[in-house]
């Protein structure tokens, strides 16, 4: 039996676990790349090219209440201020074998930011340098 446990899914960045998660779509981890595009001639002849671009966009969702919203922020702001806001990623599925592991990664903007009666989630969007070997995998 296969087991899934979401409170094993760890995100870091720069030398922080992020904490206090979203309910739902915890970590998304998008290619910025095509892959392999392929290629159709008139005459029918199929190749294909491999595109170079290996960069991903990381979606952390991240509950309105969490500390690491400040973390973000700060980082965010040394950033824009100095150009010191790359810093390496990790996603690491502890319960199974997903696995991105970016040694240059960048908050792309400011979450879109909004007070309700219940706890919202922020959406903190990452984007990363070339990334080699990357693992969406299952689980143990």
């Known amino acids: 039996m296969l087991t899934y446990d979401p409170r094993r899914v760890i995100v870091i960045f720069g030398t922080k676990q992020l904490t206090g998660m979203a309910e739902d779509d915890m970590v998304t981890i998008e290619p910025l790349g095509d892959g392999a595009v392929q290629y159709v001639g008139a005459d029918g002849e199929v190749a294909r090219s491999m595109d ?4 991903y966009k990381v979606t952390v969702n991240l509950a309105s209440t969490s500390k ?23 996603v690491k599925d502890l319960s199974g074998t997903t696995l991105l592991s970016a040694d ?3 908050i792309h903007n400011l979450p879109e930011a909004g ?5 919202a989630s922020q959406a903190w969007e990452f984007h990363t340098g070339n990334v080699d070997d990357i693992i969406i995998g299952g689980n143990d």
């Open 52 to 55: 170079p671009n290996r960069t």
């Open 68 to 90: 690491s919203n400040d973390y973000l922020s700060r980082i965010y702001n040394l950033d824009r201020q100095t150009g010191k806001g790359i810093l390496p990623l990790l």
């Open 104 to 106: 240059e990664a960048y």
């Open 115 to 119: 007070k309700n009666r219940e706890i």
